[in-house]
């Protein structure tokens, strides 16, 4: 088990830790302020998880692949993006994701887009890399949120499990 999936006390109970990161050309050039991120780490928080990092980068493919590399490494945990799940061309967050996931996990992607009707309009993916959770949600606050919670409930059984737990 790796430090960033350690057991905190005797009851087995696991500290889970989280990262965030926001894909938006509008936040990098301060024209627009970055409040999903921020809610986001609340909701993280309230269930539990440590948020260790939140970072911002520029739309588009590489951009998004080269921070999900770097954040995926050495790291145990739930990585939520916000933004460029969408249909705009410089929406490719999705495509950047699928260069850094080893295995699809589309029943979460299909979860977080049943909770609103627009979730139909959303082209997020989710998947696993090494021994994290990559979770793309849109870049709405209120969007964002309700994809989170979604599936905030079944994320630490997946990480137990991905990180080499039997529990069945």
């Known amino acids: 088990m790796s430090a960033e999936t350690k ?4 009851t087995n109970e696991v500290q889970l830790f989280a990262k ?10 301060g ?7 921020v809610a986001l780490v609340e909701t993280l928080k309230a269930s539990g ?6 970072r911002v980068v520029s739309d ?3 951009s998004v692949a080269s921070a999900l590399r770097e954040m995926t490494e050495n790291f145990a945990g739930l990585i939520v993006t916000t933004g460029g799940t969408g249909f705009t061309k410089r929406d490719l967050t999705p495509e950047g994701t699928r260069k850094v996931i080893e295995r699809e996990a589309p029943g979460l992607a299909e979860a977080m887009r049943l909770v609103n009707p627009l979730g139909r309009l959303s082209r997020g993916v989710a998947g696993i890399k090494g021994d994290s959770i990559i979770l793309n949600t849109p ?8 994809c989170l919670n979604a599936v905030i409930d079944v994320v630490p059984h997946a990480l137990r499990l991905l990180n080499g737990e039997r529990l069945h």
């Open 7 to 10: 057991n905190t006390d005797s």
């Open 20 to 29: 965030v990161l926001t894909a938006s050309d509008g936040v990098i050039a």
């Open 31 to 37: 024209t627009r302020e970055d409040l999903s991120s």
């Open 49 to 54: 998880f440590e948020v260790t990092q939140q």
């Open 60 to 62: 588009g493919v590489e």
């Open 139 to 146: 870049g709405s606050t209120k969007g964002c949120v309700e």
